[in-house]
């Protein structure tokens, strides 16, 4: 008997330093209450899952949809036991295998039979049991000789192979599985469908996390739709994937046109504080006046100039020429060549505006340079 | 995945006892751990000729060659220091390797800690049995000394045993407190990594307590690992062992165990999202 019992689970995804100086500069939107933030405003921690409930019975096949950083893997490991609740509760009945990370879960130095070893040994299962299964993984995954040499000589296909293989020749009750099922061919995919057919016939419970409607259509009854870390909605799969779909194209469209505004934007700033810091590079030379002035643009915050939104660092070196055409071309023929050779160098460096030790460097170079 | 009852994980469990309960449960699992450290230090020795011998051989060259030159600076004979060596070199890389080890014992699981639910205790019982392991072998060296220095087998020697119970029992929970601590600090792996350097020189193995004047060896005792190998090696040696030392190892076997206890079940929960 097998059963899967999710109540208000929520997850909170520690940062722990990473990235927390970058955190200030982020605009508020909509992915704005998904961020845990201390009294600084820098953010701590990200609400992978908020307030996650649904329950499956034997026989469910669970398609997971939702959009990139819906909270679709997170969910998968917490099932998985990887992940424990930070409140809620996870409930689950049964042999549980979860084939989360295509990279994990396998000793990349050993071979494809050593790690069948260890993988059954991992479910809990006696050696004689694993031998017992070993012909069988061998012929599914169809991996032949290849079993004998490393993991890490494998391709993502072959690795993927392997694990499904041993997955689901020991009969897991529950069987959670990413996206990554996609990696496969066309002939192995249409093998592990029917495989993951036969063992939800065994009563057994099937968790699919994936982008494919086609596969998910294939493999699954029901759906749960996951977005920004919440059940937005729950039912059939293919009712669930059309209404999925349509709101998803929506969404494009506007994000399309924000990213329109949020470009034109960056342009205008750049130009603002390229006029504005104009009149200071005619003080001197001719010859150095495009120079230096390449340099203050990939740090505008620190100057007095208005501040470039985010995004303005990713631009080309081709975009910077075109965001600045004069100022390219009209410092004469040295400027241009110095300033061309300059900004690769800088454009590579993460211009960071809370960085102490970097705001100081840039003084010191600019009043070495004066 | 190893279970077929039901598992609950809700955000109130009670972390102490899960945290015994995590002990006990990773050494149901022994076939798992033995695979695992076996398959390590074949993968260690792999594509080398000698393979495991190195082992063997790097201790032999190491105790033959300090004994050489720094029994010229001690007072005891010259076999006296070479079981000296050998004996208290060999305790010390077990002692302080569950220290260093304990450092990545978590973070150098990440593969599996990240995509299977195992008791996290199955990765620490796998780095000790690699230690246990080498020390075998570095032991056999040590032994081969021992008889050639004319050994006399005496009730004494037989108080090795509760010291090697001790040191396993203490590797467990050092290697679990510091496999947690490193794991959100990862600062604490380059601090050990330099105070085992000076540990190795403060530490009586290249010299003899003895014959230190009477103020610096009271300075000694302030070092626990040197109490640590004090109950290995001295009934080894035909001696007994002072009792400060068994005192000062039971009182320390005590603490690391309760801050093990106590880091595991502020931490244990945690741990998959650090590595």
């Given at each position: 008997m097998s059963r899967i019992r999710v109540e208000n689970l929520c997850v909170h995804y520690p940062l722990y330093g990473r990235s927390r100086a970058a955190a200030g500069v982020h605009e508020v939107d909509s992915d704005f209450d998904r961020m845990v933030r201390d009294r600084k405003g820098h953010?701590?921690?990200?609400?992978?899952?908020?307030?996650v409930t649904f329950e499956a019975n034997a026989g469910d096949r669970i398609a997971l949809v939702g959009e990139n950083g819906s909270g679709k893997t997170t969910l998968l490991q917490v099932l998985a036991g990887v992940y424990a609740p930070d409140s809620g509760m996870v409930e689950i009945e049964g042999r549980t295998t979860a084939l989360v990370n295509i990279n994990l879960g396998m000793n990349a130095e050993a071979s494809g039979h050593r790690n069948i070893t260890l993988r059954g040994l991992a479910a809990g299962r006696t050696r004689a049991e694993i031998e017992e299964r070993r012909a069988e993984i061998a012929a599914f995954s169809e991996l032949g000789e290849f079993l004998s040499l490393p993991v890490e000589t494998y391709s993502a296909g072959m690795r993927m192979r392997l694990s499904f293989a041993i997955a689901t020749a020991f009969e897991p009750d529950v069987l959670i599985l990413d996206e990554w099922l996609s990696a496969g061919d066309a002939a192995f995919r249409k093998k592990a469908t029917e495989r993951m057919r036969n063992f939800v016939d065994k009563a057994g419970i099937l968790v699919l996390a994936s982008h494919s409607p086609s596969l998910l259509i294939d493999t699954c009854k029901r759906a749960l739709w996951l977005d920004a870390g919440r059940v937005r909605a729950e039912g059939d799969v293919k009712e669930i994937l059309q209404v999925y779909g349509e709101e998803m194209d929506r969404r494009q469209v506007g994000r399309d046109e924000r990213a329109r505004l949020q470009i034109e934007a960056a342009a205008e700033a750049r130009e603002a504080s390229r006029l504005k810091a104009l009149p200071r590079s005619g003080r001197r030379g001719p010859e150095d006046a495009a120079a230096p002035q390449e340099v203050a643009d990939g740090y505008t915050a620190d100057t007095d100039a208005a501040p470039v939104p985010e995004g303005?660092?990713?631009?080309t070196d081709a975009e910077r020429a075109l965001a600045a055409p004069d100022l390219m071309n009209g410092a004469g023929a040295p400027a241009p060549r110095r300033a061309a050779a300059r900004i690769p160098a800088l454009s590579h460096a993460e211009p960071d505006p809370h960085n102490p030790i970097a705001r100081l460097m840039r003084r010191l170079a600019r009043a070495l340079g004066r | 995945m190893n279970s077929s009852v039901t598992v609950r994980r809700t955000s109130r469990d009670n972390e102490v006892s899960g945290f015994f309960a995590d002990l006990v449960a990773g050494l149901r699992m022994a076939d798992l751990w033995q695979t695992f450290a076996w398959d390590e230090i074949q993968q260690r020795y792999r594509r080398s000729l000698l393979g495991v011998a190195w082992i063997v051989i790097a201790y032999a060259m190491f105790v033959g060659g300090i004994s050489i030159i720094f029994?010229?600076?001690?007072?005891?004979d010259g076999s006296f220091f070479l079981m000296h060596v050998a004996i208290g070199y060999a305790a010390f890389t077990f002692i302080v390797g569950n220290i260093t080890d304990g450092c990545t014992v978590f973070t150098g699981a990440r593969v599996w800690i990240q995509s299977i639910a195992l008791p996290h205790s199955i990765h620490i019982y796998r780095s000790i049995c690699r230690s246990i392991f080498t020390f075998a072998l570095q032991f056999i060296v040590a032994a081969v000394i021992i008889v050639a220095a004319g050994w006399r087998p005496s009730l004494i020697n037989l108080m090795v045993l509760p010291a090697i119970a001790v040191l396993l029992l203490n590797a467990v929970a050092i290697q679990y407190l510091m496999g947690l601590i490193s794991a959100r600090y990862r600062d604490v792996t380059h601090l050990v990594s330099s105070i085992t350097r000076l540990l190795l020189f403060v530490t009586p193995i290249l010299w003899v307590r003895s014959d230190l004047g009477n103020a610096r060896s009271q300075f000694v005792d302030f070092n626990p690992v040197a109490h640590y190998i004090e109950i290995f090696r001295a009934p080894l040696m035909g001696l007994e062992p002072r009792p400060l030392s068994w005192i000062v190892v039971g009182g320390l076997t005590l603490v690391v165990w309760i801050a093990a206890a106590w880091a595991a079940s502020s931490m244990r929960r945690r741990l998959a999202y650090w590595l």
């Open positions: 953010v701590t921690g990200v609400r992978a899952l908020q307030g303005i660092d990713g631009l | 029994s010229a600076f001690s007072r005891e």
